[in-house]
C-alpha cells in the first residue's frame, strides 16, 4: 500500500485546511487509517483514526470537535477536515495504515505499517 498525503498549507488561527490521504496498491477494506502529527522538537502524536470497515472514528482529546476524519471508499481516499485551528496544530501530519482487522484503534504508531510522506500544516496567530 502506499499512501499519499496533501492538503497541508499555511492559514490563520480560526481557519480552515482539509488533508486527504489516497492510497494505491489495494483497498484499504479492513484498515485503519490514521492522522499522525509531528511538530518540531516533539514526538509524533495521535490525531485521528477510521476504521474503514465501520467506519468509526476516535480523535485525540486536543482536537475532538475540531477535526473531522472521513473516508471515501470509491477512491480510497482518507480526508482530515481541520476547522478552528490554532497555532498548536502547527505541525508535519502524516497518514498511516495500520493492516489489522480489530475492533479497536491503537493510537500508537508503532502499529502502523503504511505511512504517506508528511504534509506540512503552518498555523499562525
Known amino acids: 500500500v502506499q499512501l499519499q498525503a496533501f492538503g497541508g498549507g499555511a492559514v490563520q488561527a480560526g481557519g480552515s485546511l482539509r488533508l486527504s490521504c489516497a492510497a494505491s496498491?489495494?483497498?484499504?477494506?479492513?484498515?485503519?487509517v490514521g492522522w499522525f502529527r509531528q511538530a518540531p522538537g516533539k514526538e509524533r502524536e495521535f490525531v485521528a483514526a477510521i476504521r474503514w470497515s465501520a467506519g468509526s472514528t476516535y480523535y485525540a482529546d486536543s482536537v475532538k470537535g475540531r477535526f473531522t476524519i472521513s473516508r471515501e471508499r470509491a477512491k480510497n481516499t482518507a480526508a482530515l477536515q481541520m476547522n478552528s485551528l490554532k497555532p498548536e496544530d502547527t505541525a508535519v501530519y502524516y497518514c498511516a495504515a495500520d493492516r489489522r482487522y480489530t475492533s479497536y484503534v491503537d493510537r500508537n504508531s508503532n502499529a502502523y505499517d503504511y505511512w504517506g510522506q508528511g504534509t506540512l500544516v503552518t498555523v499562525s496567530s
Open positions: 496498491g489495494r483497498t484499504l477494506s479492513s484498515y485503519t
